[in-house]
């Protein structure tokens, strides 16, 4: 009797041991268990990044337009989310169609599976890849609403973010991600996304902003942030996120995403601390604002760079990166007069741009051998390959973004009247209030045409005058 019992737990051992045997020969070919988890859980990192931007521009918009500001890019999320899925990761990374953009044969993400594409990623699921560059769509949309805040119609930001997506985000990725495309040919390296994302988003960012005009009260009137401690919450959600962005951009648990890893930190911190002493020296006091813009100026200037750069490079693209987007946001900005609100262009396209380039100057092989040298390794060549690459995204995105912008205003009004601007986007698109009147117990209210009187939700005892 003994002598079966043990026979059937060691036949029961025997099965328990297999299994992951089996899942692994599921699995098939080169797919890694151990890359497939780090990049899914990066995806995730990359998409909490965008909630963590909510708040980053929730917190420095006035409380009237909070919630606004957090739809857009909530919306975002969800828009992308479908665009990608039906056709953006088809023009993105399909096959190549002219060396600028993708073919639509993996429309509805049709032949993208389980298995792995030898061409972007030979060991996580091709399904993987394309969740984790769905989250870089998602973000670098968002990243635009920092310079439109407080003044776009939501319908008309819906129709622009769908477009500006598909006729200038995803061209570009094909651009300097792609297969055969033609940055990516010339040699041009973006680790994770300074061309494709920031350089693209800030300058877009710009473009809308001066197509739609100045905020009402722009110079004339107090236009400050009204939570700060949500920005601060919103910076460090971006910071713990970027790990995964740049660190995740190695496709791969190898050295490289540790050294990713280690660059991403090293020159957020030392932006940090260099927009903050720039900015002591200039108005003779450090803000917690500056800090927190000044970790996200270095987060931005280190991720085209993440992959090919050590850490002592780290430092300097850091230093620099605090420096002048710091004078970009508080003195080019004053002086030329234009209204990015919360300063998208002056951050991550400034930011980006000095990123690009600098990865043309601190790229090493040493760090990977699959990048090249840059102009202090011996190769000056490699910072004018970065040049083309800034100014072709530079030129593409800014006129796309005017011809997206002036389509978009023969449909609906791009901007809300100056009295739903003077009411708050909250109120006057919404009809929702982020800060309800506490003893009134007010939660929402009807701003509908012809409707005098806010509905409310009363307490016992208490009226409203």
Same mark, same amino acid.
């Not at 760079?305 to 430092?315: D, H, R």
């Not at 760090?367 to 840059?374: E, K, L």
């Not at 982020?434 to 045409?449: Q, V």
């Given at each position: 009797m003994w002598s079966f019992a043990l026979k059937l737990k060691l036949l029961f051992l025997m099965m328990f041991v297999s299994i992951p045997g089996l899942a692994w020969a599921d699995d098939g070919g080169g797919i890694d268990s151990g890359d497939t988890t780090f990049i899914l859980l990066s995806a995730a990192l990359v998409m909490l990044m965008t909630p963590g931007l909510a708040l980053f521009y929730?917190?420095?918009?006035?409380?009237?337009?909070?919630l606004s500001t957090i739809m857009q890019s909530f919306i975002v999320i969800c828009l992308i989310s479908v665009q990608w899925v039906l056709f953006g990761y088809s023009l993105a990374f399909g096959p190549d169609q002219g060396h600028l953009v993708g073919a639509l044969s993996w429309l509805g993400l049709n032949g993208v599976g389980q298995e792995a594409n030898a061409d972007y990623s030979a060991t996580i699921p091709h399904l993987v890849f394309m969740a984790f560059q769905l989250m870089f769509a998602i973000i670098t949309a968002a990243l635009i609403t920092g310079s439109i805040a407080e003044r776009m119609r939501f319908t008309a930001f819906l129709g622009f973010i769908l477009l500006w997506s598909t006729f200038v985000y995803d061209p570009l990725a094909h651009w300097v991600w792609g297969v055969d495309g033609w940055l990516r040919n010339m040699g041009a390296l973006d680790f994770a996304g300074g061309t494709v994302v920031h350089i693209s988003s800030g300058v877009s960012g710009l473009?809308?902003?001066l197509v739609l005009g100045r905020r009402k009260g722009y110079g004339t009137e107090a236009i400050i942030p009204h939570q700060l401690p949500f920005t601060v919450l919103g910076a460090a959600l971006l910071w713990f996120g970027w790990f995964g962005f740049n660190a995740g951009s190695a496709l791969a648990a190898n050295g490289l995403a540790a050294s990713a890893?280690?660059?991403?930190?090293?020159?957020?911190?030392?932006?940090?601390? $260099?927009?903050?002493?720039?900015?002591?020296?200039?108005?003779?006091?450090?803000?917690?604002?500056g800090a927190a813009s000044g970790a996200v100026a270095g987060l931005v200037a280190i991720t085209p760079?993440?992959?090919?750069?050590?850490?002592? $490079?780290?430092?300097a693209i850091g230093l620099v990166a605090g420096v002048i987007c710091y004078l970009a946001v508080s003195v080019v900005k004053r002086k030329l007069g234009y209204d990015d609100?919360?300063?998208?262009?002056?951050?991550?396209?400034?930011?980006? *741009?000095?990123?690009?380039?600098?990865?043309? *100057?601190?790229?090493?092989k040493a760090?990977?051998?699959?990048?090249?040298?840059?102009l202090l390794y011996g190769n000056a060549a490699q910072l004018g390959i970065q040049a083309v690459g800034v100014l072709s995204t530079v030129v593409f995105a800014g006129i796309a973004t005017f011809i997206i912008l002036k389509l978009v205003a023969v449909v609906t009004a791009?901007?809300?009247?100056?009295d739903e601007e003077e009411l708050g986007l909250d109120l006057s698109l919404h009809g929702e209030d982020?800060?309800?009147? *506490?003893? $009134?117990?007010? *939660?929402?209210?009807?701003?509908?045409?012809g409707h005098t009187q806010a509905s409310s939700v009363m307490k016992p005892g208490i009226s409203l005058k």
């Open positions: 929730g917190g420095m918009v006035r409380k009237k337009n909070v473009v809308a902003a890893f280690v660059v991403t930190n090293t020159s957020a911190a030392m932006a940090a601390l $260099s927009w903050v002493f720039a900015e002591w020296v200039h108005h003779g006091r450090p803000t917690v604002l760079a993440a992959g090919f750069v050590t850490p002592m $490079s780290a430092l609100s919360l300063d998208a262009f002056g951050v991550h396209g400034v930011g980006g *741009i000095w990123g690009a380039l600098a990865t043309g *100057i601190f790229a090493t760090v990977n051998g699959a990048g090249a040298d840059g791009l901007r809300a009247t100056t982020a800060y309800p009147d *506490i003893m $009134s117990g007010t *939660i929402f209210k009807d701003y509908s045409p």
